[in-house]
């Protein structure tokens, strides 16, 4: 197979070396773990890259952090603001803290409690707004406006998506070349980011994504060749509920990765729970969503070195408690 080229895509492998600097001692080394049961299981080789464990629980620092990184001095010294209810609030929080920046999150006000006092406690001002009357991003636009903040996007933007890619590049340091890369899908910052970073380091490398059956748009969206747009996805896959995947995001996906396929939220709760029981890792149902695809014969991949990004642990102890014990 012949390598596919950079060209014209909103990043390449320069930009991920360069975001892998920035983070170089600031983010978190996380650890890969392996799994006899789950590679006899599979008859596949795998590893899992537990950004778990990465800063605020989840992969969404390493983007966030580079993005603000980037920014002259005096959009530094304006500030940044972030609409999210998940992942990216906090690791948008906890970067503009670590740069000494001003941040602003607007949150729904009926976002679970935890997660507005996690971002509180980043040290972010949250504003809360009612998702059923009010418009995030006219609030976003107009604080932006006024305070001159720069909006930091979860997914589609090039510092993002080079940031989260920076996870790949450490896990092939770790392990050595992969035959396969297995990563979540939401928007597809993630996925795009590690496809980049995967085929420049392991040339030949499949990659594949994964995202929930209840909100395959980018499924669909490969087999179609244009962005379709979705309802809301019922899934207990809450960082993967997107409707549609970003601009930047896929035209990368489209180049470099061979295939999207679905699990369900039955093979998610299984897999939450092999992750607990079998490897002692918490793991939230958006993060179960690759290794799901290999442990549930979604996916197979027999015989391959296959990397699997684990993607973030934060869930409610009673959610995750509910989860675990539902017998599916
Ligand atoms: C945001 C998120 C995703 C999806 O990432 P995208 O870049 O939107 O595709 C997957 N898992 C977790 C834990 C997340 O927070």
Known sequence: MSAPGFDGLAIGPADVEAAAAR????AHRTPVLTSRTADERTGAQLFFKCENLQRIG??????AYNALARLPDAQRRAGVIAFSSGNHAQAIALSARLLGMPSV????????????????????????????????????????RERGMTLVPPYDHPDVMAGQGTSVLELIDQVGPLDALVVCLG????????????????PGVRVFGVEPAAGNDVQQSLRSGRRVRIDVPHTIADGAQ????????????????????????VQLARTMRFFAERMKLVVEPTGCLA???????VLPLPGLRVGIIVSGGNIALERYAELLVRDP
């Open 187 to 202: 928007g597809g910052g993630l996925l795009s980011g590690c496809a980049v970073a995967a085929h420049h380091r392991a």
């Open 105 to 144: 999150v607007v949150m729904p006000a009926d976002a679970p409690a935890l997660k507005i006092a996690a971002t509180r406690g980043y040290g972010a001002e949250v504003v809360l707004y009612d998702r059923y009357t009010e418009d995030r991003e006219a609030i976003g636009a107009r604080i932006a």
């Open 23 to 26: 983070l170089d001692g600031v």
């Open 291 to 297: 290794a799901a695809a290999l442990l549930e014969g």
């Open 58 to 63: 989840a992969f969404k620092f390493r983007g």
């Open 242 to 265: 997107t409707q549609q995947v970003g601009a930047l995001t896929f035209p990368v996906i489209q180049r470099l990765v061979e295939d999207v396929v679905t699990v369900d939220d």
